[in-house]
């Protein structure tokens, strides 16, 4: 079974639509985060969830919406995309013993 | 803020040769996480490490944290093809749920 997924795996649209990358945890992790892997590898967090509040809210545009309907998932939602939106994007959680996170694999979304 | 740097930004190795990556901190450090990341995919938890001056091994990979906390040393010992990748170390930062992470380091092994 897959920790923490991610939909879709790979995402191509043209600037100025609307898109939804969805997250899913298995894990019964009460903190999710939403990340940016940008060309460069550097990873920037974007947003943070604790049991459905949002707790982490980084200088991000406000196109960028999270929305955690439950514990289990935190989905992002992007508005009027830009080409400068291009990247990877993770998905994590935060372990409950320690400070480890736990990844799902990625969103590579292009932007034409 | 705080910040991590890595070095090397990148590291050819050919197999079997023994390699070092750093990463050290503007700030002192409250835990340490390094992962590795393949090309495609999420990232994947290596190991953790929390006081100074403590070493953690997995296989062939070795990590210590420095006394002071603020510098990590993540070192791989007879490197194979299938260490390749990008290694990053992760950090809380104090008293909040937000995590940094470094530069990163892209490993190739040369068979």
């Known amino acids: 079974d897959t920790a923490v997924s991610q939909t879709p795996k790979y995402l191509v649209t043209q600037m100025g639509n609307d898109k939804s990358i969805k997250c899913e945890q298995n894990l019964g992790h009460d903190t999710m985060y939403w990340y940016k892997q940008d060309s460069k590898k550097f990873l920037k967090i974007m947003f943070s969830?604790?049991?459905?509040?949002?707790?982490i809210n980084e200088t991000v545009p406000n196109r960028f919406s999270p929305k955690s309907p439950d514990k289990a998932h935190l989905n992002l939602h992007i508005n009027s995309l830009e080409l400068g939106d291009s990247a990877v994007y993770f998905c994590?959680?935060?372990?409950?013993?320690?400070?480890?996170?736990?990844f799902g694999p990625g969103t590579r979304l292009t932007v034409t | 803020s705080q910040e991590l740097e890595q070095s090397p930004q990148s590291l050819i190795v050919q197999e079997g040769k023994n390699l070092t990556i750093n990463c050290t901190s503007s700030k002192t450090l409250y835990g340490l996480y390094w992962y590795k990341q393949k090309y495609g995919e999420g990232l994947i938890f290596l190991m953790m490490l929390q006081k100074g001056g403590e070493e953690k091994s997995h296989e062939k990979i070795t990590a210590k944290l420095d006394e002071k906390k603020q510098q990590s040393s993540l070192h791989i010992t007879a490197s194979q093809p299938s260490h390749a990748g990008i290694y990053l170390c992760?950090?809380?930062?104090?008293?909040?749920?937000?995590?940094?992470f470094g530069t990163g380091t892209r490993l190739k092994v040369l068979a």
């Open positions: 994590a959680t935060r372990g409950l013993a320690g400070y480890e996170q736990y």
């Open positions: 992760g950090a809380p930062t104090s008293g909040t749920y937000k995590y940094i």
């Open positions: 969830y604790n049991n459905k509040e949002l707790i």
